[in-house]
């Protein structure tokens, strides 16, 4: 198992441009998550998901939007990325909310 | 409002010796505590969680964490620290029908 992937691994975007962060998971789990991490500020949740086709907005979700069209792959859109947007991103999937998580390796984007 | 706090921000251990890294939570019901570990460029581990049941709970790597509900605070420990234990701990905490909310996380460093 493959766990849970991530794509890009590494990002540039200049202010104003568009991407979408791609997250796969090959455990059947239920659960999805977007997290960014900041210097001194832990983990915050953007977006997330509870089964396909649902999405929920987290602690920081303004600038960003999501999709679950299927089960194993929930992506997270930067319509026009913003400086303060500069971060690690890190998905995550958990069978239920009781669950323990397991997470991606990350994206570092910067946005100039 | 759940909350969780890692009161400090780095911890100094020598190899060999027992460590603790601290955690407090507020909630208005029934926490579910979970403690994660993060290596340099890695996505987040997880080592234990409490969910009901008995207050000491075993976890990978020889960890433990003791839930205390009077002091609420879910304290990680271990007997004898190794220098690979050096990494970014996460402390984080839910409620029953809310998101998990991660605490700022605290830096073990282990020499040797």
């Known amino acids: 198992n493959a766990g849970v992937t991530q794509t890009p691994k590494f990002r540039v975007l200049k202010t104003g441009q568009s991407m979408t962060l791609l997250c796969a998971q090959d455990m059947n789990h239920e659960y999805m998550y977007w997290y960014r991490q900041d210097p001194g500020m832990g983990l915050r949740l953007i977006h997330y998901?509870?089964?396909?086709?649902?999405?929920a907005k987290g602690e920081v979700p303004d600038g960003y939007n999501v999709s679950r069209l299927k089960k194993q792959n929930f992506l997270l859109g930067l319509e026009s990325a913003a400086p303060s947007q500069t971060s690690v991103y890190f998905c995550?999937?958990?069978?239920?909310?009781?669950?323990?998580?397991?997470f991606g390796p990350g994206t570092r984007l910067t946005v100039t | 409002a759940q909350s969780v706090a890692q009161p400090e921000d780095q911890v100094n251990v020598a190899e060999g010796n027992p460590l603790t890294v601290k955690c407090t939570y507020s909630?208005?019901?029934?926490?579910?505590l979970f403690w994660y570990v993060q290596y340099p460029n890695r996505g987040l581990q997880f080592l234990l969680k409490?969910?009901?049941?008995?207050?000491l709970v075993k976890g990978s790597y020889g960890f433990e964490a003791e839930f205390n509900k009077s002091q609420t605070s879910f304290h990680l420990k271990k007997p004898s620290a190794l220098v690979s234990d050096s990494a970014l701990y996460f402390c984080a905490v839910r409620e029953a029908g809310t998101a998990l909310i991660f605490g700022k996380g605290t830096t073990l460093s282990v020499s040797s």
């Open positions: 909630v208005s019901g029934n926490p579910y």
């Open positions: 409490y969910i009901t049941g008995d207050n």
């Open positions: 995550a999937s958990s069978p239920g909310q009781s669950h323990e998580q397991y």
């Open positions: 998901s509870v089964g396909e086709g649902t999405t």
